[in-house]
């Protein structure tokens, strides 16, 4: 899938821990607005090239670049903000659902809060609920309500429903591409090539740490192997 306007570009980028090599001369473009999957077998560096777009990771050759600026030229803190990371557990902060909102925000009033559960079709009720009760699907929905709190441009998502029922699974990937429609750009790392096939617009495909198949997900031959 081509774009005009990449999110991320990585050139010949290499990631080694000892004498591991974790990803391989890398090379691609994740365009903005849109959702690429990042998808292959265990062991084939997926979460190491999503942790590398805001700086969890760092490699030891080539370059990172978002919207065309290196990211070692980003204030790390101010690219975490831009490009924000939500895990594949829901990882819940506070007692209260606002309270978690207001994490990264701290001046988000209840109006503002009760917009963002809306954007992950939760209703404005749930401001008040304790987060101890949430249910795995809903923790996960609060979990991306809270990283779209900081206004984010871009998303990474890595494996955000391997923790959660059919119901609770659906809900985030219905949220997933109503955010992608809407112009965020989202970057998700999963092993469900059915839901990959389903919420994403471009497939990265990898395999020890290389990157050796790209392009539209409804074109891609590793989905046809993986049937």
């Known amino acids: 899938m081509e774009t005009s306007t990449p999110a991320f570009t990585l ?12 990803l391989d001369a890398v090379t691609c473009r994740i365009p903005a607005s849109a959702c690429t999957a990042l998808v292959g077998p265990s062991g084939a560096g997926k979460t190491t090239l999503l942790r590398l777009l805001n700086r969890l990771e760092e490699p030891v050759a080539g370059t990172v670049t978002f919207h065309g600026r290196p990211l070692p030229d980003w204030d790390v803190l101010t690219l975490r903000r831009q490009v924000t990371l939500v895990g594949q557990q829901p990882v819940l902060l506070t007692d209260t659902v606002l309270d978690d909102l207001r994490v990264g925000r701290p ?5 503002q809060a009760a917009a ?9 009720a749930y401001l008040r609920r304790a987060t101890a009760n949430l249910s795995g699907g809903e923790a996960q929905r609060v979990c991306l309500a809270r990283a779209l709190a900081v206004t984010p441009q871009a998303l990474l998502l890595d494996e955000p429903t391997s923790a959660l029922d059919a119901v ?7 949220v997933v591409r109503e955010l992608a429609a809407g112009g965020l750009t989202v970057v998700l790392v999963s092993h469900n090539t059915a839901q990959a096939r389903r919420v994403c617009d471009q497939v990265l495909v990898l395999d020890g740490g290389r990157l050796v198949e790209q392009g539209r997900a409804d074109r891609v031959g590793y989905f046809k192997e993986s049937a």
């Open 168 to 174: 609770g699974a659906a809900a985030v990937e219905g």
């Open 107 to 111: 001046e988000l009033d209840h109006e």
């Open 116 to 124: 963002l559960l809306e954007r992950v079709h939760l209703p404005a």
């Open 11 to 22: 050139e010949q980028v290499t990631v080694r821990y000892g004498t591991a090599t974790l």
